[in-house]
């Protein structure tokens, strides 16, 4: 089963990727971004029994730093 995991900063954690990320769209021409927020994509492809607490269980203990970041679990269709 694949599955995904979403990390990203928690709000009023500063992002300097981010602000990077906004200051290069800017000098390249691009207006209209009032901010940017960066975070990552973790794919996992997983065995089927491994069960819902175990991935949070990943999230909490590897993947994601939970005092200044959040995560969101998503389970992804296998393509065909």
């Known amino acids: ?19 990077a990320i906004h200051h290069a769209l800017e000098g390249l021409g691009f207006g209209g971004v009032r901010d940017v927020r960066a975070g990552k ?3 996992l ?5 491994v069960t819902e607490d175990a991935v949070e ?3 909490r203990k590897l993947l994601a ?3 200044i ?11 065909a």
């Open 1 to 19: 089963m694949k599955t995904r995991v979403y990390v990203t900063l928690k709000n009023g954690v500063l992002d300097p990727q981010g602000k």
């Open 41 to 43: 994509l973790i794919e």
């Open 45 to 49: 492809d997983l065995e089927p029994d």
């Open 57 to 59: 269980e990943m999230c």
């Open 65 to 67: 730093n939970t005092v």
């Open 69 to 79: 970041e959040n995560y969101r679990i998503e389970k992804a269709e296998r393509a």
